[in-house]
């Protein structure tokens, strides 16, 4: 296989450093103190380390964006570094020497410079120890750890480093401070200490300066490397579905061995032997006529695994047993960085994973998100993602008939190299805002016949591409659509969008390609764009984001009309039509839920529905507008929300604003409900009767109606069978009726006992009194508004 050359090839070029990196300094070279305590000599008495235990305070660890205190998992004492005093011009005349040996030992690039930061004192105790673990990068520019260990006599207390399948390990000096060094992304532990204390100084390591220089590649290895991608890229794969041609990769996407953050992955600050593998590829890219660019990679894999450790085992000590040197001791797989949740499965086959790039920085430097999916057949690494540590997992058990599973999430880094001649297609595959600007300056060179094949080229595609950030890419694309003068490729292009992707400020963007190509054309060619699929399930938008924008409707119809194109105002109107069938039908909907949750429910769309009153005054809209007020006047359940839809508007609007929105009908609505529904007699006391649904009227419904409607009547025991018990909770649970419904279980058929609750006069008292409020409020209204009129009358 060609992938495998490929590997092959650069597994060969492992790099001129190692994961961990040691050196050793004079004791005398530091001069410690310790706030509250004094100076500490070298080597450091047990005196001294009891005294040190008694200022610290117990270490904790980190678990995803939490900070845990878990001597199961962390137990050592820890002192800050802002009580930590050092003779800085003494130690970094022999830290910084060391710091450079440290460099070029951690395979970093010749000029390439790293600085330590103080981050804590560490004492381990008898008995204390670090479970395996992955420490977080604190910074961007963080890429490992330093641990100084000072000379003291202790046994046991190994400082373990991992990585790649490689070990390393760090028992100390009683005369020396060793310098340990070692990469953010290796697994590393302390074993418990026997005897004596283990007391460290902790740094984060700091690249300074982003390398320039690129180490050279013998050119054995540039030419196999050279011959193995050329063949990747020129050997057709097999074809993706039954009829289509066999193609070659569009590009190659190589895992790199270290993880980095977002802003720490710059060409200048790769680690180890990516930095050889990737100055490998550069070369090769530039033979080829080959684009590179490194990328961040979202991993998900999903294994069968089984459950091969103690069922029983949880935050506990993983060395607990007599022999510290016995390597058979379980360890954590903790499944997050710098955290901790117990051991996880054994993996044993990969059933399926998805590689996904997010980041690219390009040959220049420069960076960019994208969204791209990576075929299998494009991929290739020296290190499985399952050797590194997942930033989330998830373990699913036997369940029925489906297996035991485990997922999880990585993220990696990444070389992506593609000849130069699939340059648009890679980049538009992973950006469509790359993908519209690229177009755009072609467009901008006068290179019209150019652009449009670049445009036709997004179509296998761009539906897909196009929705990963639909609002940040549809202005751009309204332009690009309206510059290509082709109506066939603008409607390709406009398709993936819906018009709440496009902001007020847009507006003129869409009103220049309605212009363009005619409104007609726009309605027949790219319908979904407005028009709302009332039966639609898929909207591209959560509903609460769709009425976000419809609340700001009016600024986007004002702005529409405003361009004063031909057809500015009949598109408004057509966009206020399309809007107000949604909420409509949405509003509807919401209205069917249970009672205590309908004002709730209505809650939601009265900015959106203001916004459209709104709408449809900016765009002279009178039928439109008309057909909103009918709809908020014809159901006569909805006083209460009619009032709060009122407040709301006079919130928002002010009372003037109130009176431009013509919603006199509306308020003399609802006035006219409440003084209906208020003029019937408070419930007396003895009362018990129960408006009875009316949606369903068969036998039971009848004869639990009967017993509801009985004013003297609070109780009834009525013998079922289970099915017509079942129905009579449905009714009642649904319609939220005050009744309680228990089943007696004895006899047969058992008996179904309905009591009514004290809760029909609170519930009705409650709402009288909302009711009267409501009313209160919208008389005193009524009263300002006729003010208001008479003044302007007289004046």
Known sequence: MPSQEVVAALASLGGHGSFVARRSVPASALRLEVGGLGPINLPISKAKALALCGLARPAQHGYKDETRLDVTVRDSWEIEANRIKLDERRWRRALDPALSRIARGLGLAADARIQADLHNLLVYAPGQFFVPHQDSE?????????????????????????????????????????????????????????????????????????????PSVAPEHTERLEGAVG????????????????????????????????????????????????????????????????????????????DEYDPGFGYRNPYDYDDAGDEDDPEFDDGADDGFDGPEPVLTDLIESSVQLRHFVDASGKAEAVSAEVPEAELCFTKPSDELDPFQSEHE???????????????????????????FTIRAKASARWAMRAISATLARGQTDEARQMAATLAPFWLRVAQVEPSRVVAPTLRVARALDDRSLAAALIRPFRIEHLAPKGAAVLAAVVDHYGLEWFRDACPSFVAWDLDRTDDVLPPAHVLDWIRALPAFVRALCETRAADADALAQWTLSEQWRRVASDYLASARVRPSRLLAALERFDGAILGLVESALACSAAPEHARIVDFLTSDDRLSLALVRLLRTCTKRLGPRGVERLHVDAVRA??????????????????????????????A?????????????????????????????????????????????????????????????????????AAKTAGLAWLRAESGRASRRSRQIINN
């Open 669 to 698: 609505h609802a006035v006219r409900r409440l003084e209906t529904e208020l003029s019937v007699p408070v419930r007396a006391d003895a009362d018990w009767s129960i408006a009875a649904p009316r949606d369903c009227s068969c």
């Open 231 to 306: 063949e990747f890229l020129r050997t057709a794969l097999p074809p993706r579905w039954p009829g289509a041609a066999s193609e070659p990769p569009d590009r190659l996407v190589y895992l790199l061995d270290h993880q980095y953050t977002q802003k720490g992955l710059t060409w200048g600050r790769l680690k180890d032997a990516d930095v050889a593998r990737v100055a490998a590829l550069r070369e090769v890219a530039r033979r080829l006529d080959c684009e590179v660019a490194l990328a961040l990679a979202d991993v998900h894999e999903s294994w069968s695994c089984t």
């Open 700 to 768: 039971l419904c009848q004869d639990l109606a009967r017993f509801l409607v009985d004013r003297s009547r609070t109780r009834h025991e009525w013998p079922l069978a289970q099915q017509k018990r079942a129905h009579v909770h449905h009714v009642l649970d649904d319609h939220e009726i005050p009744v309680t419904h228990r089943t007696r279980r004895s006899g047969r058929p058992f008996t179904l006992v309905l009591q009514k609750t004290r809760a029909l006069f609170d519930r009705e008292a409650k709402e009288r």
């Open 138 to 214: 604190k910074s961007d520019a963080m890429i490992g750890t330093l641990v100084a260990t000072l000379p003291s006599v202790f046994t046991g207390g190994d400082l373990i480093v991992q990585h790649h399948g490689k070990e390393r390990v760090h028992r100390g000096s009683r005369h020396d401070i060793e310098l340990v060094a070692f990469y953010a992304d290796c697994r590393h532990e302390v074993r418990p200490v026997k005897s004596g204390y283990r007391i460290v100084l902790t740094y984060n390591l700091m690249l300074s300066g982003a390398a320039d220089r690129w």
């Open 397 to 423: 058990g036997y369940m029925g008939n489906w297996g035991n599973t485990v997922d999880r999430w990585y993220h990696r880094a990444a070389v992506v190299l593609w000849p130069r001649s699939r340059t």
